[in-house]
């Protein structure tokens, strides 16, 4: 059975721990740090586990660094992961509906941004069918808006931003 709870302080090991099983960078000092934001208020961390095991988080980020969405006011989902053993099974899908429940309580728009290589595809397609559309400032690369012609390089630094109308 899913359940989802905000981040707490005995969670941190076990979302560490999933991860470093897929050799991915995310240690324990970014869940403190979560942890922390959460506690002044400036995100909140909801933890999806399934039967008591860890399968997902994302976080909402209420003042977005994304300059379009801090200048509206949009809270910003960030940081959204399901384990890939886990994934087709609804917990996305459940993460994101509370994320989305949550937000309204604050605002009428939520902001979220996906990077743009293959590995993203996924949450392209699932963002899209959520309702969410293009903000239309086009490609950022580490926060800055790409001009018509620039080069960059496409890693998880590459985002596009979208917004979606929640009431």
Known sequence: ????????Q?????IADAFARLSWNKPTSQYEAYLQEQEVGERVTIIAHWDSVFVGYLTIVWHSHYAPFAAESIPEIAD??????????????ALMDDAERRIAERSKVA???????????????????????????GLTYEG?????????????????????ALR
């Open 111 to 137: 902001g979220i941004g996906v990077g743009m290589t293959a590995d993203y595809g996924a949450a392209q397609r699932l963002y899209v069918t959520r309702g969410y559309v293009p903000d239309g400032r």
């Open 80 to 93: 959204f992961n399901v384990l890939p053993n886990w994934r087709r099974r609804g917990i996305g899908t």
């Open 10 to 14: 005995a969670d941190i090991a076990e």
């Open 144 to 164: 800055k808006t790409l001009a018509h012609g620039e080069s960059t390089l496409n890693d998880d630094s590459l985002v596009l931003y979208f917004t979606k």
């Open 1 to 8: 059975m899913l359940t989802l709870t905000n981040l707490q």
